[in-house]
């Protein structure tokens, strides 16, 4: 089972709302990583994650707070976003982040949309 | 130079065609390849590993020429599904760190 889910599948937020994203693989794997990315665009990465500790942080805005509350979930907090925030939000894992980078499995996403 | 470079297309070719893409690296340390294909408002998905011996899956060849620092990837018998971008990635400085490139659009017509 290679599979990522992610919730929800889309999300509408105002400036001052505070929301979060979530994110589930039981897949057994020990990294985690959220990806950013805009129409037309390759995926940036957000975060990793590696044993339930940040391991990345790829020069975030604050207003964007990780959490990996346990090995098979990955959390992105949202406050106060800006539209330019708007994007599709890509979980994703993999079996380490180690030496050489493993596949990586995506989930299929959150699209947001930052009014 | 970016890290990772990719001729972005699109290539538009006929069903049962051969087609090739490249892509060039920068960090002469990488270790790890992938080719992802990525349908329109999908998410990336893994295609194939890249082997420093090269490796193929049924119709999709993929190559690793670490002296000129690029991976192809070919597609025989290309088929209508095949249409898609498809994205090159590359480990960076750090092991945990995959870069994609900006990913090559294929167009397969009937």
Known sequence: DTEVTQTPKHLVMGMTNKKSLKC???????????????????????????YEKLSINESVPSRFSPECPNSSLLNLHLH??????????????????SRAAHEQYFGPGTRLTVT | RKEVE???????????????????????????????????RKEPKLLMSVYSSGNEDGRFTAQLNRASQYISLLIRDSKLSDSATYLCVVNGSS???????????LSIRP
Request: net charge positive.
């Open chain 2, 6 to 40: 990719q001729d972005p297309g699109p290539f538009n070719v006929p069903e049962g065609a051969t087609v090739a893409f490249n892509c060039t690296y920068s960090n002469s340390a990488s270790q790890s390849f992938f080719w992802y294909r990525q349908d329109c």
């Open chain 1, 24 to 50: 589930e693989q039981h897949m057994g794997h020990r990294a985690m990583y959220w990806y950013k990315q805009k129409a037309k665009k390759p995926p940036e990465l957000m975060f990793v994650y590696s």
């Open chain 2, 95 to 105: 092991a945990s760190k995959i870069i994609f490139g900006s990913g090559t659009r």
């Open chain 1, 80 to 97: 106060a976003l800006q539209p330019e925030d708007s994007a599709l939000y890509l979980c994703a894992s993999s079996q380490a982040a």
